[in-house]
């Protein structure tokens, strides 16, 4: 009998993502970027950050039945996707240099069988003959290579590993490409084509404005004090001190540790992160930021691309960006779940400095290719003019990317960066003070020619110091404090003159010279400003920060102690399975449970971001946390965002919630291991380990050998003896993490009835 054509329709569509991943709408170019994927059409799509791509290759293969590989860089991001993934009932797995040998043979076999539709791989692995051979004999019907932007030259993360992508076409011939990235300029996206040979090609591009972010550009004067300031300013109301998840970018690993440890001074727990540190360290950084047992990570670039951590509040980078589009992807790690975020640049002239002399930095191989270096020191001056400029930063960053930028609701600004929310202003008489500062400099020169002293350039540092009229050892032994212009500026704050002197060397009206000694010296424009024949723009702060339109309206209607309480739910549980808070639900679907209060399990199906799959696994416990916390409070529920009426959902292929059960309880009854329970009752193992624990609570099961062997009982039992049974997380921390939480809660379970 033929097999029946797949239903690939608009409706069948929308079922699927309403019955996984609980939404009832796609975001913009989701729907044309999925079509093409099951009308086996190669297409690129270039969505921002937070913008749902993933979706575009994670929905096909449900509809389909035929498997998708996903191409992806790094370890981490497959590991926390795969994490998501599971929990919300899509078979994936992923295969890398951290699993075994028997992990990889169990991922291999599930995928040839069919049992995966999802399997992600690294570029070098994706093209290993092998792979080829088996990707074949599952049928796979599409491989999607994420970060795509990575095989171009042209772009601002090229990854040499990459261009081996580039005969995927000729070793793999019948499948669809999808190619995806957050970030590519026109140029970069030609070359994406080019280089994967895409075949005519759906080109969907979004809209590059993340409209949720508010932007704040800052000269870099008091680093650790700025940061402390800005990160101070994401500290959650319940949950304790830096609740919300900051990011701090470095462009040194030296910088990372010693911006992490100053911040720690202030009160502020903050951890470096960079690839020099030892591995297991660096993994217990990246675990603490995405589980949030740490909030504040000072990181090179590197950190974050891996990191699906949906409620960073905040990125602050604290040097220039090398391009635009790096500043593009990394601020775009803020607001992943829509919701507002902060992104602040502080920035220094002598940024310019260190990116070029990295980038001309000899490598392995020699020079770098001359056109690379001027790629990419072109991509640095872009990202300096948009630092320096002095229009709305949403607009600068939508038109480098080739796209006219329309404000919100007919307004003449974005309303959410320092520009338009009045934050920044033209200081008074900017003409005569750049005239000052510029005047002292040359009287440096004027006064060794006439002192008879020898010709010393001087730092930033020096010259702010003589413009406010401080009497130094130093300035006393040249003989500064005789000058015309020694404290002209006095009665302006240091911060502000050397900002001041910053925004004047990005003009041209001097300039730093390179190397370990920075000196400040004329340029052959000075001369032109100080005759007034070019005009200056000095910019200075008019206001302390202000609260977006945007960021006021996300809370409208929320209860902050519920969600805060529901935060603290969320956090549990996660802990008790070993995965991110996120991955249980997003802040933005617990914010609308603490504006809708829903008062059955049913009605949650109306929340955003509650599929089946979750409904069954968590629903329970977060109706009763809001049911509990409405009656102690006399709070009205059933408000807001729920729709009494059920929505029409797609017919599950499964059994019923209560028959699964009933299938579960069977064959633990006869002493079915968790893995064999989950296949044949259609729920996860962390159910199927549910389920056990309930019968070991009801006395069914006496005997736990046939899933925990007596040496993990002796050792799991030891520690709860010595670390209390109330939290799972301290004790597998103290087993160093051989055991895993399935276990862990049967062998509590265990305990407690042998108590």
């Not at 449900?62 to 599971?86: C, E, F, R, Y």
């Not at 270096?373 to 630092?387: C, P, S, T």
């Not at 006219?404 to 307004?411: F, K």
């Not at 209607?557 to 739910?569: E, Y």
Request: charged share 25%.
């Amino acid at each position: 009998m033929p097999t029946a054509e797949p239903d690939l329709s608009v409706d069948s569509i929308r079922s699927v993502l309403r019955d996984v991943w609980g939404h009832e709408q796609l975001r913009d170019l989701q729907e044309p970027a999925i079509r093409a994927a099951l009308d086996g059409r190669d297409s690129l799509v270039v969505l921002p950050t937070g913008g749902g791509k993933s979706l575009c290759y994670q929905l096909p293969p449900l509809l389909t039945g035929k498997p998708t590989l996903i191409v992806s860089p790094l370890i981490s991001l497959m590991n926390d996707q795969v994490a998501s993934l599971t929990a919300s009932g899509v078979p994936a797995a992923a295969l890398h240099s951290g699993l075994g040998n028997a992990e990889l043979r169990s991922i291999e076999g599930a995928f040839e069988s069919g049992e995966l539709k999802l399997l992600f791989v690294a570029p070098e692995r994706l093209m290993n003959p092998g792979l080829l051979s088996m990707a074949k004999r599952a049928g796979v019907a599409c491989v999607a290579i994420d970060e795509a932007h990575c095989i171009s030259a042209w772009g601002h993360d090229f990854r040499p590993e990459y261009r081996q992508l580039a005969s995927i076409r000729q070793r793999l011939p019948d499948v669809t490409l999808q190619a995806l990235t957050a970030t590519a300029t026109p140029r970069v996206r030609e070359d994406i084509i080019a280089q994967l040979a895409l075949r005519d090609p759906e080109v969907l591009v979004g809209v590059f404005d993340r409209p949720n972010l508010t932007y704040r550009v800052l000269p870099r004067v008091k680093l650790e004090e700025q940061v402390a300031e800005i990160a101070s300013r994401h500290r959650g109301s319940g949950m304790g001190e830096g609740e919300e998840g900051v990011i701090v970018y470095c462009l040194s690993r030296k910088d990372t540790e010693r911006l992490a440890d100053g911040l720690t001074s202030r009160g502020i727990d903050a951890r470096a992160y960079h690839a020099g540190l030892a591995s297991k360290k660096r993994s217990r950084v990246e675990r603490d930021f995405t589980t949030e047992r740490v909030n504040v990570v000072c990181a090179t670039v590197a950190f974050g691309m891996g990191i699906d951590r949906s409620n960073v509040r905040c990125v602050i980078h604290a040097c220039l960006p090398r391009s635009v589009e790096a500043f593009q992807q990394e601020t775009g790690r803020a607001g992943r779940d829509g919701l507002p975020g902060e992104c602040v640049l502080l920035h220094s002239p002598a940024d310019i400095v260190r990116w070029s002399r990295l980038i001309e930095m000899p490598g392995d191989y020699g020079p770098p290719d001359p056109d690379f270096v001027k790629a990419q020191l072109d991509l640095l001056n872009q990202m300096r003019a948009i630092a320096t400029g002095g229009e709305c930063r949403h607009k600068a960053l939508s038109e480098h990317f080739g796209q006219t930028y329309t404000p919100p609701e007919g307004g003449e600004g974005c309303g959410a960066c320092d520009i338009c929310l009045g934050e920044l202003k033209e200081a008074d008489d900017a003409e005569t003070v750049a005239k000052k500062i510029i005047s002292c400099v040359a009287r440096f020169a004027h006064h060794a020619e006439a002192t008879g002293s020898p010709a010393t350039q001087f730092g930033a540092k020096h010259l702010v110091e003589v413009l406010a009229g401080a009497r130094t050892k130093r300035i006393e032994q040249f003989g500064h404090h005789t000058l015309s212009t020694y404290a002209l500026l006095s009665e302006t704050p240091r911060d502000i003159i050397d900002a001041f002197v910053n925004q004047l060397i990005d003009q041209g009206a001097l300039a730093r010279a390179p190397g370990d000694r920075p000196v400040i010296h004329l340029t052959d424009a000075s001369r032109e400003f100080l005759a007034g024949r070019r005009s200056v723009r000095l910019i200075e702060p008019a206001v302390a920060p202000r609260i977006s339109k945007r960021d006021t309206a996300s809370w409208e209607g929320v209860d902050r102690d519920l969600f805060d309480r529901l935060r603290a739910l969320r956090s549990q549980i996660a802990e008790d399975r070993g995965v991110p808070p996120y991955i249980i639900f997003s802040d933005n679907t617990l914010r609308d449970m603490a504006r809708a209060r829903p008062s059955k399990t049913g009605l949650l199906l109306n929340i955003s971001g509650v599929g089946s799959r979750k409904l069954e696994e968590f629903g329970d416990a977060f109706v009763e946390a809001i049911v509990s916390h409405c009656e102690a409070g006399e709070i009205e529920m059933d408000t807001a965002l729920v729709d009494p009426r059920p929505r029409q959902r797609r017919p599950a292929p499964a059994r019923s919630s209560s028959s699964r059960n009933e299938a579960a309880y069977r064959l633990l009854l006869e002493s079915a291991s968790l893995d064999t329970v989950a296949e044949q009752a259609g729920c996860t193992t962390g159910t199927a380990a549910k389920r056990l624990v309930e019968l070991i609570e009801e006395g069914k099961v006496s005997d736990i050998s046939p899933w925990v062997d007596q040496e993990t009982f002796t050792r799991a039992d030891a520690a709860f003896a010595e670390l209390g049974d109330e939290r799972l997380k301290p004790v597998r921390d103290h087993l160093d993490e051989e055991i895993d939480y399935d276990a862990l809660h049967i062998v509590r379970a265990m305990r407690t009835r042998q108590l």
